[in-house]
């Protein structure tokens, strides 16, 4: 069976932020086990799946890719839509748009602690889409 989902998480405030609830919200509760991949439908966004329980780790996750990333560099053309939207897209590449994790009686199977992170990198990305499909 395949069950697919698309879903909107709100406007977050740039960075790294947790939405392993949200994403628990939408799983049909069929209790049998399979395969969840989600993905990220835009190009200034991301996902990644890291520790759950320490918010430093996430402010630390910002700080190293806007280190890594920086916006207004010189080497940039893409510049017409603000100084943070060349440096989103390269971060979407670089950490990912998507995630695949095992699903056992209904339930993401993640490790203790691990968390979905909604990446974004824009100072004001918007609401996110997420297409979730669930493989049983």
């Not at 993640?110 to 669930?134: A, D, F, P, S």
Request: with cysteine; proline share 5%; charged share 20%.
């Amino acid at each position: 069976m395949i069950y697919q989902k698309e879903f909107t998480v709100q406007a977050r405030r740039r960075g790294f932020e947790l939405i392993t609830r949200q994403v628990e919200e939408q799983l049909p509760g069929t209790g049998e086990n399979g395969i969840l991949h989600l993905f990220m439908k835009h190009t200034s966004a991301g996902l990644t799946l890291n520790e759950n329980a320490d918010p430093s780790v996430r402010d630390d996750f910002e700080s190293f890719i806007d280190q890594l990333v920086p916006e207004n560099h010189p080497v940039y053309t893409h510049t017409m839509e603000g100084p943070d939207d060349m440096p989103a897209h390269l971060k979407s590449s670089i950490i990912g748009n998507s995630l695949t994790i095992p699903v056992t009686n209904g339930r993401m199977n993640l490790g203790t602690w691990q968390g979905i992170y909604l990446c974004e990198y824009r100072n004001h990305g918007g609401r996110r889409k997420i297409v979730m499909t669930l493989y049983t």
